[in-house]
T-cell receptor, first 116, second 109 residues
Framework: GAGVSQSPSNKVTEKGKDVELRCDPI?????LYWYRQSLGQGLEFLIY????????KSGLPSDRFSAERTGGSVSTLTIQRTQQEDSAVYLC??????????????FGPGTRLTVT | GQNIDQPTEMTATEGAIVQINCTYQ??????LFWYQQHAGEAPTFLSY??LDGLEEKGRFSSFLSRSKGYSYLLLKELQMKDSASYLC??????????WGAGTKLIIKP
């Protein structure tokens, strides 16, 4: 596709259930990022994948959160035993390496997660 | 620690000019980005500065001073569709983007 896609666009789940969020990056982009954004707030970094390197998991808020990226392309963010404070929009972004070092990130439309 | 500071909210009039400031303190510097985010939508890229000076792109311009840890986004000939949040982000020495909380810009007729 032409851009980053995410699924589902909306997810309502009960507290304590597990959820999986999917991200399809732009073809050829080696870097993939997951962010979380609560209403009216800025972007909260969660995890970063770059090529075949070990992912940077420094932003994951707890061990209930995990992510993987298969074949250097599609990524899945998993939240186990969801809590109400997990409710937010989860954004995925991908990027390539710009000559000179800049990494322009392209964002997907996000998944709005609501934990009831 | 690392931080990005920008005003929470600004108001401007249609047809006017507005300047949104961003100051930063980060571990290293590999460029500064500005993104636009309309309510309920994902951020979209506006500009990238890595050298000091002004980058102009149509009605939007972005300025950087690395010695002052300072940038601004200048929007000219404001239109109602420019009402959005404007996010400043700095790429640090690990090539990670550090994001500001965003400036909500309200355009009035």
């Amino acid at each position: 596709g032409a851009g980053v896609s995410q699924s589902p666009s909306n997810k309502v789940t009960e507290k304590g259930k597990d959820v999986e969020l999917r991200c399809d990056p732009i073809s050829g982009h080696t870097a993939l990022y997951w962010y979380r954004q609560s209403l009216g707030q800025g972007l909260e970094f969660l995890i970063y994948f770059q090529g075949n390197s070990a992912p940077d998991k420094s932003g994951l808020p707890s061990d209930r959160f995990s992510a993987e990226r298969t074949g250097g392309s599609v990524s899945t963010l998993t939240i186990q035993r969801t809590q109400q404070e997990d409710s937010a929009v989860y954004l995925c972004a991908s990027s390539f390496v710009r000559a000179g070092g800049g990494y322009e990130q392209y964002f997907g439309p996000g998944t709005r997660l609501t934990v009831t | 620690g690392q931080n990005i500071d920008q005003p929470t909210e600004m108001t401007a009039t249609e047809g006017a000019i507005v300047q949104i400031n961003c100051t930063y303190q980060t571990s290293g510097f590999n460029g500064l980005f500005w993104y636009q985010q309309h309510a309920g939508e994902a951020p979209t890229f506006l500009s990238y500065n890595v050298l000091d000076g002004l980058e102009e792109k149509g009605r939007f311009s972005s300025f950087l001073s690395r010695s002052k840890g300072y940038s601004y986004l200048l929007l000219k000939e404001l239109q109602m569709k420019d009402s959005a949040s404007y996010l400043c982000a700095v790429m640090d020495s690990n090539y990670q983007l550090i994001w500001g909380a965003g400036t909500k810009l309200i355009i009035k007729p």
